[in-house]
């Protein structure tokens, strides 16, 4: 596993770096102590075995905020049940910061 540091504004983030296949897995049974979330390589994704709450960013190919959402983990109540994208992005930043807000636009830089 590749950690990152991505910037959003003044502060910097550890963040997985999900290329190719470990895309698919994420934030999955991660527990999140030694990391601040996952830049995931796809446009979509839904939170089966994710352990809290994400704060989603989607972001197009300049890395450039297209829309930022809330996301709940699966659970048994069937809202849970969804898939969260964007279907102009080319990555998802997953942070497990909910309080973070990013303005539509905004550039993350991977440092």
Same mark, same amino acid.
């Given at each position: ?91 998802? !930043?997953? !942070? ?16």
């Amino acid at each position: 596993m590749k950690i990152i540091n991505v910037e959003i504004g003044k502060r910097v983030f550890k963040i997985k770096n999900c290329k190719s296949i470990s895309s698919v897995r994420g934030l999955m049974f991660d527990n999140l102590k030694d990391k601040d979330g996952a830049l995931i390589y796809a446009n979509s994704i839904w939170m089966p075995f994710v352990k809290r709450k994400l704060n989603l960013a989607f972001l197009d190919k300049n890395m450039r905020v297209l829309g930022q959402t809330i996301a709940e983990p699966v659970s048994f109540n069937f809202k849970t049940w969804k898939i969260y994208k964007n279907k102009n992005a080319r990555y998802c !930043l997953e !942070l497990k910061d909910t309080k973070v807000k990013i303005a539509k636009g905004t550039r993350i830089k991977v440092l």
